[in-house]
């Protein structure tokens, strides 16, 4: 009898206000937990790290599948990240041309066609510093038709 003086529309928002409450409580602590998760994998890589010379030859957004990462490694990943895809930075380290997965942050300070010490933790760049003291150009790349009009002003100027 209470439900009979409520409309049916009100009751439809309720319960679609109660399902969006109870999916942002969800992921807000599933996102906490994989933001914990990540935060220990960041410790593990630094313990890790070696700081590594070497020669960056390219650098791609590749699918993992396409990026000449060892088999191993591929067939470990789950299905979701052979689809998606990660940078990859073509490097010579020693007499060896290698394939490392770059960490999001610094695959835009890797300079290609430079000599660069990286912080490397396995098949995994975390960071990136000049040889020799030089500096990298550490400016973001504005992107679009607006930032190759800076870009083309800027080279003409000089």
Do not use: N
């Not at 439900?3 to 996102?31: D, E, H, R």
């Amino acid at each position: 009898m209470l439900l009979a003086a409520i409309p049916t529309f009100t009751i439809v928002l309720l319960v679609i206000t109660a399902i969006v409450i109870v999916l942002t409580v969800v992921l807000y602590f599933v996102g906490k937990k994989a933001e914990q998760r990540k935060v220990e994998q960041d410790e593990a890589a630094a313990k890790v790290s070696q700081t590594v010379s070497m020669l960056i030859i390219d650098k791609k957004k590749l699918k993992v599948t396409e990026s000449g990462l060892p088999e191993e490694m591929i067939s470990q990943m789950p299905w979701y990240a052979k689809r998606s895809k990660m940078p990859i930075v073509k490097a010579k380290v020693g007499p060896k041309v290698m394939s490392f997965i770059c960490d999001y942050e610094v695959f835009d300070l890797v300079p290609v066609k430079r000599e660069v010490k990286a912080q490397v933790s396995g098949l995994y760049i975390t960071g990136v510093k000049g040889l020799h003291g030089a500096k990298l150009d550490t400016t973001p790349k504005a992107k679009g038709i607006r930032g190759w009009l800076q870009r083309k002003k800027k080279e003409l100027s000089k």
